[in-house]
C-alpha cells in the first residue's frame, strides 16, 4: 500500500520543528471527473480512479503528523462520489479533528439528506 502511495505523493514529512513557516491547509482532488463542462474550468478528465478509503485515510493521517490543520476538498465534482467524500469528512471530524474541512462544489449533486 505504501508504494502505491508513493505514486500520488512525493513526500510527506514534517519540519524540523512547529516554529518553522510551513504550509497547513491541503487543497485535496480525489477526483477530475465533473458532470458539467464549464468552458472556464480545466477539469474535464473521464477517469474514474478514487483513491480507495483506506488509503486516503492513511495518507490524511500522514498529513496531520506534517501538521496540516484544515482541508479542503476539490476536483472535478466530489459528490458525484458522495458516499466516498462523506466517509472522507467524518474521518477528518472524528478522528483527525482538523480545524477545518471545507468542500468546493457546483453543488448538483448536494440534496438536503446529504447535507446531514
Not at 21 to 50: A, D, E, G, M
Not at 52 to 57: G, T
Request: with cysteine; proline share 4%; charged share 20%.
Amino acid at each position: 500500500m505504501l508504494a502505491s502511495l508513493k505514486s500520488y505523493f512525493v513526500s510527506i514529512q514534517a519540519p524540523a520543528s512547529q516554529d518553522d513557516v510551513i504550509p497547513v491547509s491541503l487543497n485535496w482532488l480525489p477526483n477530475r471527473r465533473c458532470n458539467y463542462q464549464c468552458s472556464f474550468c480545466f477539469h474535464t478528465s473521464k477517469n474514474t480512479f478514487i483513491l480507495p478509503l483506506d488509503q486516503a485515510k492513511t495518507a490524511l493521517r500522514a498529513l496531520v503528523d506534517a501538521w496540516m490543520r484544515k482541508l479542503n476538498i476539490s476536483g472535478g465534482e466530489p459528490f458525484l462520489s458522495a458516499t466516498h467524500i462523506g466517509k472522507v469528512f467524518k474521518f477528518c471530524k472524528t478522528e483527525l479533528g482538523l480545524e477545518s474541512t471545507s468542500v468546493l462544489t457546483n453543488s448538483s449533486k448536494v440534496t438536503e439528506r446529504r447535507l446531514e
